[in-house]
């Protein structure tokens, strides 16, 4: 198993807070880009961690 993807987005309150706000996990970085022009978001695909050879994520909800 590859590296996962997530998508990730920079919200910011009026106080001037802000925070990354992580929008979905995704088996690659094409699916990860492929989701944030369907949903229309300008976010970050970064790499979450590496997985273990027998291990698949859960990326359906």
């Known amino acids: 198993m590859n ?3 997530y998508l990730v987005i920079s919200v910011c309150s009026i106080t001037g807070e ?3 706000a992580p929008l979905g996990l995704y088996p690659s970085e094409a699916d990860c880009r492929s989701a944030a022009a ?3 978001v300008q976010g970050e695909c970064l790499p979450y961690r590496k997985m ?3 291990q ?3 990326v359906k909800m």
């Open 3 to 5: 590296t996962l993807f």
């Open 18 to 20: 802000c925070f990354d």
């Open 38 to 40: 369907e949903q229309a």
């Open 52 to 54: 273990a050879d027998d």
């Open 56 to 58: 698949q994520p859960a």
